[in-house]
Nanobody, 126 residues
Framework: QVPLVESGGGSVEAGGSMRLSCEAS????????MAWFRQVAGKERGAVAT????????YYDESVKGRFSISRDNPKNTLYLQMTSLKPEDTAMYYC???????????????????WGRGTQVTVSS
């Protein structure tokens, strides 16, 4: 298990921007695929964006392509999600996730992520 702590959530008006951060501790961060998921009450958690261990590959759910950008800073053990042109339907609890990987894996949306943060709430008002 990887200890993960998200931050940066809050409330914003539609069209606004927000950046989420996720800090990992106690592990070699570059050994992990990383991802952001989100969940609305009563619905299943779904992958928003994923990024490979070196940051060379990233993947996005169709609903956020062109608006969200995932990135990582391995020396700082930190994952980011830059969100722009936010919509009310982006309102959800956002979770950071980590999955052990091996060199060369691309870490797609269906990769297995075994460690989870507690989440940070993002609310977009119309």
């Amino acid at each position: 298990q990887v200890p993960l702590v998200e931050s940066g959530g809050g409330s914003v008006e539609a069209g606004g921007s927000m950046r989420l951060s996720c800090e990992a501790s106690g592990v070699t961060f570059r050994d992990y695929c990383m991802a952001w998921f989100r969940q609305v009450a009563g619905k299943e958690r779904g992958a928003v964006a994923t990024i490979s261990a070196t940051g060379a590959y990233d993947y996005y759910d169709e609903s956020v392509k062109g608006r969200f950008s995932i990135s990582r800073d391995n020396p700082k053990n930190t994952l980011y999600l830059q969100m722009t042109s936010l919509k009310p339907e982006d309102t959800a609890m956002y979770y950071c996730a980590a999955g052990k990987t091996t060199p060369g894996r691309t870490c797609g949306l269906t990769y297995t992520y075994a460690s989870w943060g507690r989440g940070t709430q993002v609310t977009v008002s119309s």
